[in-house]
């Protein structure tokens, strides 16, 4: 029986590998994400223009002006000298946000009073504005408070923020380990949502069936290749990631690739259903783009799973792109225990077990 699997197992990969074209498919895509996605998946906002509406034109304007120039998340200081010239500077996208300091700005800051300014966002960019705003509300902050240090009524010291696991705030260190899940989920389910449906299209299904192999034996046969091909993508992130992006790795190994075969496990499950019931390969392509697009919006990875609606929180639980996204950042960023990642891989185990009774169910109806 051993020797079966082993069988259809090299016979998956020799139509895998077997061409130069086919290697190209497995690496490219992995190489040309690991390229792109930390630099273009970020959260950080740079050399973008800010707008300024100085109303007050005082020595303490001028001076804070001074200091927005120099943050990093503004390139340019646009100074404008009008409502008119402030709506359209924002209407043409012309800079991120607007700040307007009214006309008693230094008047109050020299009487000791805390003097306010109105920021203006782009509603069109909110999550790039409201980063930056955080910027300027920082600067504001310090400069207030140098300006203000011997007035009787600041009695405490700000606020130290510390952030763990990424003390600079490094989105590649965010986006790398993501990358793991993300792209072994997109490799892993073509290749088995495409296994099937090749062979019924090159017309060797029925050979298959006729051979000494039984439905479940295939189903192994098919699910190996792709299960492999999911790790070896995976270990090429994990070591793009320590070794070209610096990105510390705190965890265990073991625990990292024990919750992968676990986790590659319920996606064979989705491919071989997707698989069993799609005639051509075209359909089973559509299957995997029909499922793959849910599966990273409901991950976390583009938006917290605590924002969404209590019964799309629910739905979550049912994509194995969510716990195991939870997996792999935690042990590589903050040394996740083994109690940690049990609960997210038993979600996995259940997942696995229900997707691979229905691909097994439905593979055997089709036969039937």
Known sequence: MHL?????????????????????LLIMPVVLQLLLFPAAATLEVKNNT???????????????????SQAQAFERI???????????VIDEQRALLAIVIPEDFSRRIAQGANPRVQAILDGRRSNSGQIALGYINQILNQYQREMMAGM?????????????????????WFVLPS???????????????LSLSREREQGTFDQLLVSPLTPGLIMVGKAIPAMLVGTVQGTIILLAGIFVYGIPFQGSLVLLYGSMFFYLLSLVGFGLFISSICSTQQ?????????????VLLSGFSA????????????????????????VKGVFLKDMGLNQVAWHVLPLLVI????LTAANLSFRRRLG
Request: charged residues 15%; proline residues 4%.
């Open 179 to 193: 990358l793991v899940a993300t792209i072994t989920t997109a490799s892993t389910l073509i290749v088995t949502s």
């Open 283 to 295: 359909q089973a392509f559509l299957g995997v783009f029909c499922f793959m697009m849910p599966a």
């Open 50 to 68: 800010l707008a300024v509406f100085d109303q007050d034109g005082g020595k303490a304007t001028a001076e804070l002006i001074q200091r927005f």
């Open 4 to 24: 079966r699997i082993i069988a259809l197992v090299i016979k998956e990969l020799q139509m895998l590998l077997g061409d130069a074209a086919g290697r190209r």
């Open 152 to 172: 009787e009524w600041v009695q405490s010291e700000p606020v130290t923020v510390r952030h763990w696991f990424n003390s600079n705030l490094k989105y590649h």
């Open 78 to 88: 646009l100074v404008i000298h009008g409502s008119d010239e402030l709506k359209s």
């Open 304 to 327: 917290p799973i605590e924002n969404m609606p209590t019964w799309m929180q629910w739905i979550t639980w049912g994509d194995p792109l969510r716990h195991f996204i939870v997996i």
């Open 352 to 355: 696995a077990s229900v997707t």
